[in-house]
């Protein structure tokens, strides 16, 4: 069990030194949490940070770091999600709490932060680090139309 968690220490270390690469060849100024999630807020909107319980729904795009998009509100529709209760990635659940109503945002998440060791099976592949792209539309309670 100490193996696993070593190899997965290591994992998590060079993760963390490619994003960083990233982030500096881009030139982006981002900061980064506890967990691993790199932010940077662009525009910080109106009224109350997001909180769990709150419904939430996002224009958005997810690509690779080598600019593949993966998925985007464009081509899926926006996402709307109750925060605080699963369904999304961790690292999307994290920084929306960073977010107001009307706010822009990137993250880059790790994969322990994404879809982790295997992906999506879909578009996006094993060990991914994403660039989530996120403007918040609209924030709401949980029974509201």
Not at 27 to 43: A, C, F, K, N, R
């Amino acid at each position: 069990m100490e193996r696993y968690i070593e190899i997965n220490k290591q994992l998590v270390g060079e993760e963390q030194k490619v994003i960083a690469r990233y982030v500096e060849e881009q030139e982006l100024d981002m900061q980064t949490t506890e967990t691993g999630l790199w932010y940077s807020i662009t525009e910080q909107g109106v009224g109350d940070f997001i909180e769990a319980g709150k419904v939430v729904s996002l224009e958005y795009k997810i690509s690779l770091l080598d600019d593949t998009v993966c998925y985007s509100s464009e081509n899926d529709g926006q996402k709307v999600f109750l925060v605080g209760q699963g369904g999304v990635e961790s690292g999307l659940e994290e920084g929306i709490l960073l977010l107001k109503k009307d706010s822009q945002a990137t993250f880059i998440m790790p994969p322990h932060l994404a879809h982790g060791l295997i992906g999506d099976d879909d578009r996006i592949p094993s060990r991914a680090i994403l660039r989530y792209e996120v403007e918040v539309v609209e924030v709401k309670n949980k029974n509201e139309n």
